[in-house]
């Protein structure tokens, strides 16, 4: 006698198909992550001089350098002196703070003073176009420059000598191409990051960035499918950023006439938090331009980052994210290491018959020695021995720390940037709200100091 085992037969092919979709994005993973290991390698072990280095000052575009500056940074005086000592033969500095009073500005005048052979000059006081207080800054200088290439580069930032003449090759490079291609209309610069200081948050932040975060970076830029880009170190023209307004609606459909009165420019991102990815997007989309990723990286030393810093930081930018790249961000937490190898190896335990342990020693080894060699690539050199086990001790508090942080982001549409309490809107823009920017609960009491920027009556450049 036949059996009706139809329901039955179905739902046994469940697990099944489950585990196969779990090892396929196992291995999609995976095939992403030596991607960016392998572009790592590639481009970032051997950096040639340009040859704009050595060329006459007449012969190459003229780069105008804006520095927005904000109290005294960790390393504030190294990174701005690496601008000075860039090899180019034809660049300006701008420097601009919001305040007269700034702690930042005798740095800046120091250095002016230390390089009376580089044009550089000072501007005072910021004009308000949104809430975003680093555009605030900014603007006077975006609209002084005296060229079209533009490099915006926190304070934070120290560069290469080399990186500046490196960059504007890119850049330039896609006007000559044969066959024509797609014109590069930004080049920015991988983050790697340093804590001296030695503080867990630093630490941890140290890790996530010169690892993890890299070799994603690096993957997803190579495929070059979608804009990707964080805001420390780019290059870009004032002319095509006059051309857009961040709707990221193609040109020829933000050209009505009730697009008119939108503004254009850097003054159409004083609305968004994340300023420096809208921009990229924005030329990205509705120019229909490329982005190119240069083989030198921003270094960046960070202070006194707790672990509470680090963690609301984490949750500051998830929360961004959610409301530019919702469905990303939902997906984020199945790339992450613990939450991928948990898939995997439950899938291939199912199917094989793979004990879970052994899988997951050799899944957590491998990993981490990917992690590693992407690290070696952008710092030039192995993990140095004496900080190899701090580093790994801070690695894995990463990965734990992910999931939980994720979590937390997704609750709340709060952030708090510079001392100030903001709620993310659609798109990324983001409006005041109330409180006094100090966040309190687990992880004990988090504060960021004092940074308001405030308009000040009486404009003025010091130069």
Not at 27 to 36: C, M, T
Not at 160 to 179: F, I, K, M, N, Y
Not at 321 to 344: C, D, G
Not at 397 to 415: D, G, K, T
Request: charged content about 20%; hydrophobic content about 40%; glycine content about 6%.
């Amino acid at each position: 006698m036949e059996t009706q085992s139809g329901p039955d037969h179905n739902s046994s092919l469940f697990p099944i198909i489950f585990a196969v979709i779990g090892i396929v994005w196992y291995v999609v993973l995976w095939s992403i992550g030596l991607l960016g290991c392998r572009t790592g390698r590639k481009r970032y072990r051997i950096r040639p001089r340009s040859p704009l280095a050595t060329a006459p000052p007449d012969s190459v575009p003229g780069v105008s350098i804006l520095r927005p500056l904000k109290g005294l940074d960790a390393n504030l005086y190294e990174n701005l002196e690496s601008t000075f000592t860039q090899e180019y033969p034809n660049f300006e500095i701008i420097l601009s703070v919001a305040d007269e009073q700034d702690q930042a500005l005798p740095v800046a005048r120091d250095l002016i003073f230390k390089y009376p052979r580089v044009t550089a000059r000072i501007i005072i006081g910021e004009e308000v176009v949104g809430v975003n207080p680093k555009v605030n800054n900014l603007i006077r200088s975006y609209r002084e420059a005296t060229h079209d290439i533009l490099w915006v580069i926190d304070s934070g930032i120290s560069v290469a000598p080399g990186t500046l003449a490196r960059s504007v090759d890119l850049l330039e490079s896609s006007t000559h191409a044969r066959p024509p291609k797609k014109r590069v209309a930004l080049v920015h610069h991988v983050p790697f990051v340093s804590a001296p200081e030695g503080f867990l948050g630093s630490r941890i932040e140290e890790a996530f960035l010169n690892t993890n975060h890299a070799k994603m970076y690096l993957a997803i830029n190579t495929v070059s499918i979608e804009s990707c880009v964080v805001g420390k170190s780019n290059l870009y023209r004032r002319s095509d950023l006059e051309r857009v307004n961040g709707s990221l609606k193609p040109r020829a459909h933000t050209e009505s006439d009730d697009d008119q009165d939108c503004p254009r420019g850097l003054a159409a991102f004083g609305k968004f938090l994340a300023e420096d990815n809208m921009i990229a997007s924005a030329l990205w989309h509705e120019l229909d331009l490329r982005h190119d990723l240069s083989c030198d990286v921003a270094h960046n030393a960070i202070g006194k980052m707790s672990l509470s810093d680090y963690v609301w930081r984490r949750v500051r930018w998830i929360r961004v994210r959610k409301h530019m790249v919702l469905a990303a961000t939902i997906m984020e937490p199945f790339t992450e290491n613990i939450v991928a190898s948990s898939i995997a190896a439950a899938s291939l335990r199912y199917l094989f018959g793979v004990p879970i342990w052994l899988f997951l020693v050799a899944h957590h080894a491998a990993w981490l020695w990917v992690d590693l060699d992407v690290y070696e690539s952008l710092a030039g050199h192995p993990l140095p021995a004496d900080r190899r086990w701090s580093f790994i001790t801070a690695w894995c508090l990463r990965e734990l720390l992910a999931l939980p942080i994720w979590f937390l982001a997704m609750l709340s549409n709060e952030v708090i940037w510079r001392g100030k309490k903001y709620e993310v809107l659609r798109a990324g823009e983001v409006k005041g709200a109330s409180g006094d920017g100090n966040r309190r609960g687990f992880f004990t009491q988090w504060r960021q100091q004092d940074s308001h920027y405030q308009p000040l009556p009486n404009n003025h450049s010091d130069t």
